[in-house]
């Protein structure tokens, strides 16, 4: 054979050789990974090749399915009521992805999860059916939440704390998914982008702030658990005013008139005292003070519901003045929502915190179960004598302190207001919360809520815990004691 020629042959070998060797690592190790890849249309295109699964909430829809015309994504989702329940749903669209329960289980909801298949349809290639996600919202009380919050910027949780079951999430001002799910709704979504109220952003639990004097009820805590005071009714050692340690600045309080000179953590609570908070978070230190706050779940970054809380901080390396400052909930101490809802829902619970979770089970489409989040995940926080005494020193707030705006007729209510700072130095309207318990004496049902305001439109005069949040705790624990 002709040299030429046979080395001609060899490199024709040899390419055909690498062709194989490319065929045979893109189809074997590279087929999940192209399948999978965002630009892949044929991806979008199988997701909505078909109605989409659920997710239900107390045995009804709160989504649906809508066939489409002129497009090749031959169903798009739809949502019921879409406004009352996007902090919960998220969305789905063909365009944007999804987040939320809509993006964590959207291989359920699909019908492309391996688990849906059986082991006819894994060798044919079948097809299944989608499943559905069950969640454990209570529509009573999401309707509640949100009526109540109205046109103001904020959010609520509401937790039975015996199950840890989230009965509501509310974050305002909310959207409509159902308005971006298509691949024409370009517009829709360029304007919720640009919103300066972003309601797309879960106040709930993607957005933590300052919580005041909420976090007051940590401070207690920890203070009864290391032994600093053995009771809510013993007196403390609290100056008023107070010097923040190393120092020139002197804490005040709100209410001047209020006796909150060496008062007692019950009195403390009722009037807010800053001075005495601020003294027991120095006495107690940055070590004592950061091991309780993480115990109630603080620096958590893994909090899952199961769609992932942004996590509530408590800061580190401090000076002294600073840990004296966050035993009122300021400096650098953040908290979504749902943390304020677990320190009433810990204390509610005789000091066990069960963990909060907003779906109970994803099923298949014959209903057999293909997950199950079971209730009683718990975990002691504080002792059954510390979370007694603080909850009957949340009950005198509510009964003759600062959030009487939060009774409930024929209930045991608890709670803590706050009011936090906002801007540099205080220069925006402040944010106010409130935290609560409630049990009904006649069914015994309970709950824990959280309320954040963060606007509402009203004067900086008239903003605080009990006018602005302690309203929209009573009306969303109400409706959880029906």
């Known amino acids: ?33 192209l399948a999978d890849d965002k630009h892949n249309r044929r991806k979008v295109i199988a997701q909505y090749a078909q109605p989409l699964g659920d997710i239900i909430v107390a ?26 329940y996007a902090a919960v749903t998220g969305f789905s669209s063909q365009v944007y992805g999804a987040p939320q329960l809509e993006g964590i289980y959207s291989e359920v909801l699909d019908g492309t999860d391996n688990r849906l298949k059986n082991p006819v349809d894994a060798l044919t290639g079948k097809r299944q059916e989608p499943g559905d996600v069950l969640t454990t919202v209570d529509p009573a009380v999401q309707k509640a939440a949100y009526r109540a919050l109205g046109k103001k910027k904020g959010a609520a949780v509401a937790i039975d704390p015996k199950t840890g079951r989230i009965l509501a999430m509310v974050s305002t001002p909310s959207y409509d998914p ?16 640009s919103d300066e109220d972003k309601p797309m952003v879960n106040r709930a639990l993607r957005q933590p702030l300052p919580p005041g004097s909420t976090f007051k009820l940590v401070v207690a805590a920890a203070a009864l658990e290391n032994g600093l005071y053995d009771s809510v009714d013993e007196q403390t050692d609290s100056p008023d005013p107070y010097t923040l340690p190393g120092t020139r600045t002197v804490l005040n309080n709100e209410n001047p008139a209020a006796p909150c000179e060496n008062a007692t953590l019950r009195t403390a609570l009722r009037y807010s ?57 300021q400096f650098d101490v953040t908290a979504t929502p749902l943390q304020i809802a677990m320190v009433s829902a810990a204390l509610a619970n005789d000091g066990v ?52 705006n939060a009774k409930i007729s024929g209930a045991e209510v608890g709670g803590k207001t706050g009011t936090a700072q906002h801007g540099e130095n205080n220069s925006k309207t402040p944010y106010a919360w409130f935290t609560s318990y ?45």
């Open 1 to 33: 054979m002709n040299k030429t020629i046979r080395h001609a042959s060899v490199f024709g070998l040899l390419l055909v050789l690498a062709l194989l060797v490319r065929a045979t690592w893109v189809q074997a190790y590279q087929a999940d990974a």
């Open 59 to 84: 045995g009804s829809a709160v989504t649906g399915s809508e066939r489409t015309s002129g497009s090749d994504l031959a169903y798009k989702r739809t949502y019921k009521e879409g406004e009352l």
């Open 178 to 193: 159902s308005k971006i799910t298509g691949t024409g709704d370009g517009e829709n979504w360029q304007q919720l982008q």
């Open 273 to 329: 005292c800053n001075n005495v908070f601020a003294k027991l978070a120095a006495d107690l230190g940055e070590e004592k003070m950061t091991a309780m706050a993480e115990k109630f779940g603080f620096n958590d970054k893994k909090q899952d519901v199961p769609v992932r809380a942004y996590p509530s901080v408590y800061p580190s390396d401090m000076s002294k003045d600073q840990v004296a400052q966050t035993g009122i909930g």
């Open 353 to 404: 915190l069960a963990a909060p979770h907003m779906v109970s089970k994803v099923v298949d489409a014959d209903g057999d179960t293909l997950e199950s989040y079971e209730d009683g995940e718990e975990r002691r926080i504080v002792s059954s004598s510390t979370a007694e005494q603080l909850r009957s020193a949340m009950v005198t707030v509510v009964e003759d302190g600062t959030g009487s």
């Open 438 to 482: 409630a049990k009904s004496s006649t069914t015994g049902k309970e709950v824990a809520v959280a309320v954040l305001i963060e606007d509402s439109g009203a004067a900086r005069s008239e903003v605080s815990g009990n006018g602005l949040a302690a309203p929209v705790a009573q009306k969303t624990m109400a409706a959880a004691l029906r």
